[in-house]
């Protein structure tokens, strides 16, 4: 089966709405400042942005907390063409751990992983169709960690349920990535050296002491 470039798609979708009077409404679901920054330098040219912060696998508290703040200081400073404004999710905890429950030991990018997209994409979708955006989608995607193909495979399947349309993207491509370092340097973005959870949190804890054992006494 050939793979399906979303980039490509993205940009189809962009095409169509340039030749239109309406400039259309996007809710995007964001996990960080830094994953956010090229995503909104992007977007911000073509959709009416609110950025959605709903990240219940964060750990801990105070890193959620220094996160979501990071994330409301970068939209304040950032210049962009069309406005772009914030919204924050509850920040239910339980619902991240039940929903991974049996699946704390799978390694980073595995079926876990996938839950965890699904929840916070839900969440997008879910919310995007109440207040009546356009479109919704996710910074996730401009992560090389990240599996864009099954980011994509669930925002298109959770856009049919809840009746909004899920916009395709793989942020990474067209240098996303190094954009987003550029910015985060730029704008002096806090990064996280894991993704969120307690599992990924524990990994870096774990790569950490195994790199201090091969090489005592390096700083
Ligand atoms: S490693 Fe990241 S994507 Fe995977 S479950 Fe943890 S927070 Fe979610």
Known sequence: M???????ELEKI??????????P???????????SSYTLEYLSQYFKIT????????????????RVEEQKRFIETLPAKNPISFMEGPYDTRRFYDIVRGLEHVPEGGERCFKCYELRLEEAAKTARARGFD????TLSISPLKNA???????????RRYGVKHLPSDFKKKNGYKR??????QYGLYRQNYCGCIYSFREMEHRCESSEMENPGIE
């Open 51 to 66: 950025v959605f912060y709903y990240n219940p696998n964060i750990y801990p508290e105070d890193e959620y907390v220094k």
């Open 135 to 138: 479109y919704f989608t996710t």
């Open 2 to 8: 050939n793979k399906i470039n979303y980039q490509k």
């Open 149 to 159: 193909q099954k980011i994509n495979e669930i925002g298109e399947a959770l856009g």
């Open 14 to 23: 962009i095409e169509g709405w340039a030749c239109q009077e309406r400039v």
């Open 180 to 185: 987003s370092v550029e910015l985060s340097a």
């Open 25 to 35: 409404t996007l809710f995007l679901h964001s996990c960080c400042a830094p994953c």
